[in-house]
């Protein structure tokens, strides 16, 4: 009987570490690809749209104009890359202050990137994906972006630490829209906000991860 139990538990060792090992190798992967990502997802400055007139006239008014002006005119993504990466790949989010750029896949059905990441391989951190019922691609209604919560504070490992008035952007391959966060609430998994409450707000992207059993969610509306 000793001999059964102490089987049982090498093996219970063995298929632990095994665990481990490949949760480990996927936050190295994770960590690569953001970076990877982050470092060629901008186009140089050379390529970027020249500054609005706006700036022009913040350059004489006000420095803080000046810089929000800035962020905003400068800033473009290179779609053309990301889209060699991925044909899904239909947004670009970027929560500076969090640490939280990636991009943003659609897909037909929302458990197609819950575990693979852009590149199509298996992954448990998956990718950040828009829900499927989101098909307004003027983004004037609310869109609904999901990621994991991962402890390596990877994806939307670091959404616990949003605050109200924090600010994200997304990017579109025509245009970018900036985001004031205005909600943050834990809710109920089947919580009516998924279904009904949000179909409701307007001009609006909410960010939803895991809490334990229950699920985050960060509400951003336009300005």
């Not at 919560?149 to 600010?167: A, E, P, R, V, Y």
């Not at 997304?170 to 809710?187: E, F, Q, T």
């Not at 089947?190 to 229950?214: I, P």
Request: charged residues 30%; glycine residues 4%; contains cysteine.
């Amino acid at each position: 009987m000793k001999k059964i139990i102490r089987v049982i538990a090498i093996l219970l060792i063995i298929y632990c570490s095994l665990h481990i090992v490949d949760y480990g190798r996927d936050t190295v992967k994770t960590q690569f690809v953001k970076t990877e990502i982050k470092t060629n997802a901008f186009l140089p400055q050379h390529e970027k749209k020249p500054l609005h007139k706006a700036y022009l006239k913040a350059k004489k008014e006000d420095n803080d104009i000046l810089q929000e002006v800035k962020e905003e005119e400068e800033r473009k993504v290179d779609f053309l890359y990301l889209n060699s990466i991925n044909q899904n790949i239909i947004a670009y989010l970027s929560y500076d202050r969090l640490g939280i750029n990636y991009p943003v896949v659609s897909s037909i059905d929302n458990k197609d990137y819950l575990h693979t990441d852009l590149y199509g391989k298996s992954s448990y951190a998956g990718s950040l994906f828009l829900d499927c019922t989101d098909t307004d691609k003027d983004w004037g209604e609310n869109h609904l972006i999901y990621g994991h919560n991962m402890k390596n504070c990877t994806m939307f490992g670091m959404l616990g630490h949003s605050k109200k008035d924090d600010i994200f952007y997304i990017y579109l391959p025509n245009k970018s829209k900036k985001y004031k966060v205005i909600d943050i609430r834990v809710i109920e998994p089947e919580d009516k906000f998924y279904s009904k409450d949000r179909q409701e707000l307007k001009n609006t992207v909410s960010l939803s991860t895991c809490k334990g059993d229950k699920r985050l969610v960060v509400t951003g509306k336009r300005i």
